[in-house]
């Protein structure tokens, strides 16, 4: 024999010890139902001594609504006294708690008559939240997994679609541009049209890089002191081209403004929201402008465009979604706006009114400075 086993005091196992550690460690709680009494019986975990009795009625006050009928089912069985193991799981909530555990319960006769007829169960209960808990996560992955996959083909569908309009009309007007029979100022048009289009296509493809960086959590910020006001005037210079005798697009009265930012990250949330702004506003104006709130800056994007109704306001921040789903664009745009802001420490909103146009806001902290 092991010469440290002769060192050990060894005596007679304490099984009532034993039992009482294999419950508790494994949220097993022990009872006996008294089938004659209609009583229920809780032992304490070593199955020693009893903690408290209550009958069937009381029981069943302690079930979950929606389980109610597993659990007379069960009393049922033990009344009968016939059946010498049944198991079966439901809600149940312990004297004192706050909330239902899932509970599986296995029964097993314990003490019958001369006739074989059951006088006692003995139950041994199981506590089964984190089996359910697993469960209910598997459904939850297995959703997203199904909305992402959903998601991506949506997404497919619609970039070989949006990606063919765009160049056929690239393709298209080049060709148009060998032809004589057009004049100086229409080929300039003609010109502007291809131009448009291309930036158009490089901005989808842009989307979907920033988009892959950020749900990868690779973005980098490049942090410096930046003259707000010098970017917010050179983002809306690149608009100009959409200004018309129907509409105006400016920079609201601003005074100079030092902020920390990613001057280029900050552009890209600029040049979303007045894409944006153009693409759905006919007449009026787009404005853009600053000021001084809640210890930081609040950026405005002003248009008197077609507005967004209520339900969609917190929809078209998503991924892949759009206000206007016959519009041009991924519905990336306002998705990669979200992220950039909150990256930076803010947060982007939007006020609008149907017909009436929209204001979207985006706050960012100053810093510091």
């Not at 800056?297 to 008197?304: C, L, P, R, S």
């Amino acid at each position: 024999m092991d010469d440290s086993l002769e060192k050990l005091q060894i005596g007679e196992p304490d099984y009532s010890k034993i039992i009482a550690c294999m419950t508790q460690s494994n949220g097993i709680t022990i009872m006996e139902y008294v089938v004659a009494k209609r009583t229920f019986i809780r032992w304490d975990g070593g199955g020693a001594s009893m903690v408290r009795t209550f009958s069937m009625e009381d029981y069943f006050t302690y079930i979950h609504p929606d389980d109610i009928p597993i659990a007379k089912k069960l009393g049922e069985i033990m009344d009968e006294g016939k059946l010498s193991y049944y198991s079966c799981e439901y809600r149940y909530k312990f004297p004192g708690a706050t909330s239902y555990s899932w509970q599986y319960n296995d029964i097993y006769a314990y003490k019958t008559d001369a006739d074989h007829h059951v006088l006692s169960y003995l139950g041994v209960c199981r506590r089964n939240n984190k089996w359910h808990h697993a469960i209910d996560e598997m459904i939850m992955l297995r959703k997203k997994a199904e909305e992402a996959n959903h998601a991506k083909n949506k997404f497919i569908e619609d970039m070989s679609h949006q990606i063919r309009t765009p160049l056929n009309s690239i393709i298209g007007f080049a060709t148009l541009l060998c032809s004589e029979e057009f004049n100086q100022a229409q080929k300039d048009n003609i010109r502007n049209i291809i131009a448009t289009n291309s930036d158009t296509m490089l901005q989808m493809f842009d989307d979907i890089f920033n988009m892959s960086i950020l749900e990868e959590g690779n973005m980098v910020l490049h942090m410096k002191k930046e003259n707000l006001e010098d970017l917010v005037k050179k983002a809306i210079q690149n608009f100009k081209i959409y200004e018309n005798h129907n509409l105006k697009v400016y920079a609201a009265e601003m005074e100079k403004l030092l902020i920390v930012t990613d001057r280029v990250r900050l552009t890209d949330i600029l040049k979303c929201l007045l894409s944006n702004a153009v693409k759905f506003t006919k007449e009026g104006h787009i404005s853009v402008g600053y000021s001084l709130k809640y210890d930081g800056v609040e950026i405005f994007v002003d248009d008197t465009g077609c507005g967004i109704h209520d339900e969609d306001k917190d929809r078209i921040f998503g991924r892949f979604e759009k206000a206007d789903d016959f519009s041009v664009g991924t519905g990336l745009g306002l998705a990669i706006c979200k992220q950039l802001s909150t990256l930076m420490g803010g947060h982007i909103s939007v006020v609008s009114q149907w017909g009436k146009g929209s204001t979207f806001l985006v706050w960012l902290p100053l810093n510091g400075i």
